[in-house]
Nanobody, 126 residues
Framework: QMQLVESGGGLVQAGGSLRLSCAASGRTFSSYTMGWFRQAPGKEREFVAHISWNGISTYYANSVKGRFTISRDNAKKLVYLQMNSLKPEDTAVYYC???????????????????WGQGTQVTVSS
């Protein structure tokens, strides 16, 4: 089974930028839709963005449109989340996830993803 490991989290000031990476192990990375989710203390895990198997189609939560960009490199088995213009409300643990044949709104649900990473903390100070 494929495994996912996130990295790149940290502490940044509001308005700053951060780039998260998700490294995959296993042989089926290119078959999966890849997504990013986040979870703040006391809140449910929420959808952030997802990207199709070939990197052509992307989908974003309204709260991050225009600020975050998801991308992937299948040769390196990596998926990225570039986060710009960060706000304090972006503070959360960010999780990388993989699911099969997820398109559009079908890729926003936690239950539709099969594989999850351990998460990386992002903290945005005021």
């Amino acid at each position: 089974q494929m495994q996912l490991v996130e990295s790149g989290g940290g502490l940044v000031q509001a308005g700053g930028s951060l780039r998260l990476s998700c490294a995959a192990s296993g042989r089926t990375f290119s078959s999966y839709t890849m997504g990013w989710f986040r979870q703040a203390p006391g809140k449910e895990r929420e959808f952030v963005a997802h990207i199709s198997w070939n990197g052509i189609s992307t989908y974003y939560a309204n709260s991050v449109k225009g600020r975050f960009t998801i991308s992937r490199d299948n040769a390196k088995k990596l998926v990225y989340l570039q986060m710009n213009s960060l706000k304090p409300e972006d503070t959360a643990v960010y999780y990388c996830a993989a699911g099969l044949s997820l398109l559009g709104a079908g890729g926003v649900h936690v239950g539709n993803y099969d594989i999850w990473g351990q998460g990386t903390q992002v903290t945005v100070s005021s």
